[in-house]
């Protein structure tokens, strides 16, 4: 019982480390993109600057708030592990 509670925090470790991993992953490519298109809004029309500044601001923060769901739903898989709670009561019960 112990080696199967170890093996279940260790693949919930694993898990969440990929989680991570892509939600990073994700942010990156995503704030990448936001500037390109910025840089090539501007090269296009030098004079809409302040209005796709404000647009680009506003994008990547609703893109910023993903990654922190992310680590949130990650915290609870680590803190609050509900497969552990699973296993317990199905070897109790």
């Given at each position: 019982m112990t080696?199967?509670?170890a093996l279940i925090y260790a693949m919930t470790a694993i898990g969440v480390g990929i989680i991570l991993a892509a939600a990073g992953l994700g942010s990156a490519l995503g704030w990448?993109?936001?500037?390109?298109?910025?840089?090539?809004?501007?090269a296009r029309?030098?004079?809409m600057r302040p209005q796709l500044?404000?647009?680009?601001?506003?994008?990547g923060g609703l893109m910023e708030a993903f990654p922190?769901?992310?680590?949130?739903i990650?915290?609870?898989?680590?803190?609050?592990?509900?497969f552990?709670?699973?296993?317990?009561?199905a070897v109790a019960g």
């Amino acid at each position: 019982m112990t080696e199967m509670l170890a093996l279940i925090y260790a693949m919930t470790a694993i898990g969440v480390g990929i989680i991570l991993a892509a939600a990073g992953l994700g942010s990156a490519l995503g704030w990448g993109m936001i500037c390109s298109k910025y840089i090539e809004g501007i090269a296009r029309q030098p004079e809409m600057r302040p209005q796709l500044m404000g647009q680009m601001l506003f994008t990547g923060g609703l893109m910023e708030a993903f990654p922190m769901i992310v680590l949130g739903i990650s915290m609870w898989f680590s803190f609050a592990n509900p497969f552990v709670g699973a296993f317990q009561g199905a070897v109790a019960g």
